[in-house]
C-alpha cells in the first residue's frame, strides 16, 4: 500500500517515516510539508534517521495524493480539512489522528468521507481505544447518582489543545455509557468557590510539561472505593502503527467516516 506522510518533517511525521519502513505491506510514496518549509527537498528517509530513501519532502499534496493509497495525517485542524477535501478527489484513503478539531472543520471533513474513506480518531493507539469500550462500559454499569467520573491526562509542554484528543475520547465513551451528551455534562475547570460537585458530571483536568508523549486516566470514584482505568504512552510509535493498521483496513472498505473502534471490530 503506498502510503503518503502529510507534516512529514514533525515528530509525529518522522516517526510515521520510521514506522512505515519497519512495517511489511506498506511504502512511503510520498512526504508532504507546508509551503516555505526549511525541509522542503531534504530526504524523508535521512531526516527520520534511517538513511536516504529516495523520497524527497514537497509541498505539493495533491500530486503526491494522485497516485497513492491513503496519506496518514497527523497536522492541525486547518490542514487536515484541506487534506480531506484533496483525499476526496483523489478517492484514497485519509487516516486523521489530528485533535482540537472544532465542529466546523469535523462537518467538512464528514462531508470528505461521501468520496474518501476517512478514519478518524483522537488517539491511533489500539491500547486506548479499548480503554475508551472499558470505560463506556464501566460508566454504563456504576449508577450515575453514586459515581463520579474524572478524567486525568498529562502531555508534553509543546502540546496546544486542551483537553486532548484522547481526553475527550474518554469523556466521549463515559458519556455514551450513560446516555447523556457529553457537551452538557463536562466540567472543564474548576477554580474558586466552586461549591458541591454536580451529580453525574464528568470532570477533566489537564496538566502539561516535559517530554510526556501521553498519560491518560479514568477514576470513577464512589462511596468508600475507587475504579481507576488507564494507559501509559511510552513511544510514539504506537500511534504510528494504530495508523498504519487502519489504513491497510480501509483500503478495502467503502467510502465513509469510520474509527479506530471499526477498525478494531468494536463499533
Partial sequence: MKLVVVGAAGRMGQTLVRTIAATEGVVLHAAVEREGSPFLGRDAGALAGLGANGVAITDAPLEAFVHADGVLDFTTPASTVAFAGLAAQ???VHVIG???CGPEEEARIAAAARHARIVKSGNMSLGVNLLGV??????KALPAA????EILEM????????PSGTALLLGREAADGRGVDLAGHSVRVRDGHTGARVPGTIGFATLR??????EHSVILAGEGEQVTLSHSATDRAIFARGAIAAALWA????PGFYS????????
Fill in 90 to 92: 483523489a478517492r484514497i
Fill in 98 to 100: 489530528t485533535t482540537g
Fill in 134 to 139: 472499558l470505560t463506556r462500559q464501566a460508566a
Fill in 146 to 149: 453514586g459515581w463520579d467520573i
Fill in 155 to 162: 502531555h508534553h509542554r509543546h502540546k496546544v489543545d486542551a
Fill in 209 to 214: 510539561g516535559g517530554s510526556v508523549i501521553g
Fill in 251 to 254: 483500503r478495502d472498505e467503502k
Fill in 260 to 267: 479506530m473502534l471499526d477498525v478494531l471490530g468494536l463499533a
